[in-house]
């Protein structure tokens, strides 16, 4: 028997937000030609993603698959995480919560 889940659906995108827990949204782009001028158009699409683990962040460079239902809009859920994002000035995250606001001092 073939293993179902080879056959479904599988993008991958770029993470636009992470505001709820185990979720995510994710931006994928295509191009399609206009309909009819036939000039290459620049189109995208935002879905909204199960991240059991919250393992993505914002910027970061993911694989998704189709699945069934999960809640009212989640239809996908997070394969892997391919990429991720730079973190500002190359710091780390832990880095970046030490340093002071200017405001402060």
Known sequence: MENSRNSRKSLIGFVTSTS????????YSYKIPHPRYRKVINRKTVVHVHDESNNAGLGDRVEIMETRPISRLKRWRLVRVID??????GLKEEEVEKIEPASAK
């Open 84 to 89: 991720r994002a730079p973190v500002a000035g």
């Open 20 to 27: 709820g827990d185990k979720s995510i949204k994710v931006t």
